[in-house]
């Protein structure tokens, strides 16, 4: 009997005997064993981090390849138990597919197959390493029906990136108005990714579901420039962001390093949050199935996250200078609260794309709003960075919400930032994190659960 023929029979014989006044608990399904181990799901992530810091670029990318690939891990573990099930019940979800598959069959190999095929679709140009980590875990293993399930889990996510936009060939034109971006010289030459606020989602039903009004409100350049708001946050971070800033203290020069990862060759700040996702996770969820889930809609979430921020950076009538242009070029925003520096230069080096909104805390928020969701907020977890200047540092959170916030407010110490670039991105984010969590679910539940 097929998979919707169960849902459709049980369901049938529920409203039956309901209309004859009976009353009926359906029996749930015992949780049959599965082959795999939350040891599948970090091998896999550690291998999309150490795929991440061979890749490089910008945010946007790799936080799709990390949706990608856990949304296949995820299908697999969660169709391969629910398979061994006599019906399946309301709660089953998926992220790309719901696949059919055999009470036989082998996990931890679907998974491994899944996973890599998923990834080497995202990130091609990792196909080799990829699949040397491939080999050392699963060897020459062969079993068809691990190879039908990931088969048809990797068909679905196929089809559903299929000409999703992340392919585009991007194109920008400069404003070239006070105010408007444009290359801050050395590395950035051309905008990374200008196309990618037009990259199909994965959670949001649109591109512009989780935008923001505008910095401070204003709508044009010259109304911004103008306004004391916007006087304000470049005056802070012309003062804390500064390379050899006297005001910015030794603790937050350590946040703004350490949550930067912006170099080539560390993990991106998409990697970091997975990586603080693992030292959350990894105490404290032991069931595959469930484990997986919450990195699929952790990914999810940073996935859509990039998306909107590129959407407010590049997408509306607004794509601001950042704090080392707006400073350097400050006699030709008309704003007497704002002056020139020619010298000044920022604490950490700037990425190379418009200010507003940060992506750092877009991304941020929209992982604390689903570890909040999994979790609570009240998880107190100490954590590292791949960043090159914060080499062996660690830090300890008390909440999510702490972690986000700092990040955020760290690309202001970096001086690469405005705050309200921050706020706005967390809020972006924030909104995002919703969406990814009801996508799948809510994830609380006892461990072992059934999504």
Same mark, same amino acid.
């Given at each position: 009997?097929?998979?919707?023929? @169960?849902?459709?029979?049980?369901?049938?014989?529920? %409203? !039956?005997?309901?209309? /004859?006044? #009976? &009353?009926? *608990?359906?029996? +749930?399904?015992?949780?049959?064993?599965?082959?795999?181990?939350?040891?599948?799901?970090?091998?896999?992530?550690?291998?999309?981090?150490?795929?991440?810091?061979?890749?490089?670029?910008?945010?946007?990318?790799?936080?799709?390849?990390?949706?990608?690939?856990?949304?296949?891990?995820?299908?697999?573990?969660?169709?391969?138990?629910?398979?061994?099930?006599?019906?399946?019940?309301?709660?089953?979800?998926?992220?790309?597919?719901?696949?059919?598959?055999?009470?036989?069959?082998?996990?931890?190999?679907?998974?491994?197959?899944?996973?890599?095929?998923?990834?080497?679709?995202?990130?091609?140009?990792?196909?080799?390493?990829?699949?040397?980590?491939?080999?050392? @875990?699963?060897?020459?293993?062969?079993?068809?029906? %691990? !190879?039908?399930?990931? /088969?048809? #889990? &990797?068909? *679905?996510?196929? +089809?559903?990136?299929?000409?999703?936009?992340?392919?585009?060939?991007?194109?920008?034109?400069?404003?070239?108005?006070?105010?408007?971006?444009?290359?801050?010289?050395?590395?950035?030459?051309?905008?990374?990714?200008?196309?990618?606020?037009?990259?199909?989602?994965?959670?949001?039903?649109?591109?512009?579901?989780?935008?923001?009004?505008?910095?401070?409100?204003?709508?044009?350049?010259?109304?911004?420039?103008?306004?004391?708001?916007?006087?304000?946050?470049?005056?802070?971070?012309?003062?804390?962001?500064?390379?050899?800033?006297?005001?910015?203290?030794?603790?937050?020069?350590?946040?703004?390093?350490?949550?930067?990862?912006?170099?080539?060759?560390?993990?991106?700040?998409?990697?970091?949050?997975?990586?603080?996702?693992?030292?959350?996770?990894?105490?404290?969820?032991?069931?595959?199935?469930?484990?997986?889930?919450?990195?699929?809609?952790?990914?999810?979430?940073?996935?859509?996250?990039?998306?909107?921020?590129?959407?407010?950076?590049?997408?509306?009538?607004?794509?601001?200078?950042?704090?080392?242009?707006?400073?350097?070029?400050?006699?030709?925003?008309?704003?007497?609260?704002?002056?020139?520096?020619?010298?000044?230069?920022?604490?950490?080096?700037?990425?190379?794309?418009?200010?507003?909104?940060?992506?750092?805390?877009?991304?941020?928020?929209?992982?604390?709003?689903?570890?909040?969701?999994?979790?609570?907020?009240?998880?107190?977890?100490?954590?590292?960075?791949?960043?090159?200047?914060?080499?062996?540092?660690?830090?300890?959170?008390?909440?999510?919400?702490?972690?986000?916030?700092?990040?955020?407010?760290?690309?202001?110490?970096?001086?690469?930032?405005?705050?309200?670039?921050?706020?706005?991105?967390?809020?972006?984010?924030?909104?995002?994190?919703?969406?990814?969590?009801?996508?799948?679910?809510?994830?609380?539940?006892?461990?072992?659960?059934?999504?």
């Amino acid at each position: 009997m097929t998979r919707s023929l @169960r849902r459709w029979y049980t369901l049938l014989l529920a %409203a !039956t005997l309901a209309s /004859a006044g #009976v &009353v009926v *608990a359906l029996p +749930q399904p015992a949780l049959a064993a599965t082959t795999a181990n939350a040891g599948t799901v970090f091998y896999w992530n550690d291998t999309l981090l150490e795929a991440f810091r061979r890749q490089g670029g910008g945010p946007g990318p790799l936080a799709r390849a990390a949706a990608i690939m856990n949304g296949a891990l995820f299908d697999v573990l969660n169709s391969a138990q629910w398979g061994r099930q006599s019906y399946v019940g309301g709660g089953y979800r998926g992220a790309f597919t719901l696949a059919e598959t055999y009470s036989a069959v082998d996990d931890n190999l679907a998974a491994g197959i899944a996973a890599r095929d998923a990834l080497i679709d995202a990130l091609p140009l990792q196909r080799d390493y990829i699949e040397q980590r491939y080999t050392q @875990r699963h060897g020459t293993a062969v079993q068809a029906e %691990a !190879t039908s399930l990931a /088969a048809a #889990v &990797v068909a *679905a996510e196929r +089809q559903n990136r299929a000409n999703d936009g992340a392919n585009a060939t991007p194109s920008y034109t400069l404003d070239n108005v006070p105010g408007s971006w444009r290359p801050t010289g050395g590395a950035c030459a051309t905008p990374v990714d200008p196309h990618w606020g037009l990259v199909k989602p994965f959670v949001m039903t649109s591109t512009t579901q989780s935008r923001q009004p505008l910095p401070g409100g204003y709508t044009t350049y010259p109304t911004l420039l103008a306004s004391s708001r916007y006087a304000d946050v470049v005056n802070e971070v012309k003062s804390l962001g500064k390379s050899n800033s006297t005001t910015r203290t030794a603790d937050q020069t350590q946040a703004a390093f350490y949550w930067a990862n912006d170099a080539n060759g560390t993990y991106k700040p998409p990697g970091q949050l997975l990586a603080h996702t693992r030292v959350v996770a990894e105490p404290r969820i032991t069931n595959p199935i469930t484990l997986s889930r919450l990195f699929a809609q952790v990914s999810f979430a940073m996935a859509d996250a990039a998306i909107a921020a590129w959407d407010h950076k590049y997408f509306t009538s607004i794509d601001l200078w950042r704090p080392v242009t707006a400073i350097q070029l400050a006699d030709t925003d008309g704003n007497a609260a704002t002056v020139q520096d020619p010298s000044w230069q920022p604490l950490g080096a700037t990425p190379c794309f418009p200010a507003w909104v940060s992506g750092h805390a877009t991304l941020a928020a929209a992982w604390a709003g689903v570890m909040r969701t999994a979790f609570g907020d009240s998880i107190t977890y100490t954590a590292g960075t791949d960043d090159p200047n914060a080499a062996g540092v660690t830090r300890t959170f008390t909440s999510f919400t702490q972690a986000a916030t700092e990040d955020a407010r760290s690309r202001v110490y970096l001086g690469v930032h405005y705050q309200f670039d921050a706020d706005d991105g967390m809020a972006s984010g924030t909104s995002v994190a919703s969406l990814a969590t009801a996508k799948m679910g809510v994830l609380k539940c006892i461990d072992p659960c059934i999504p």
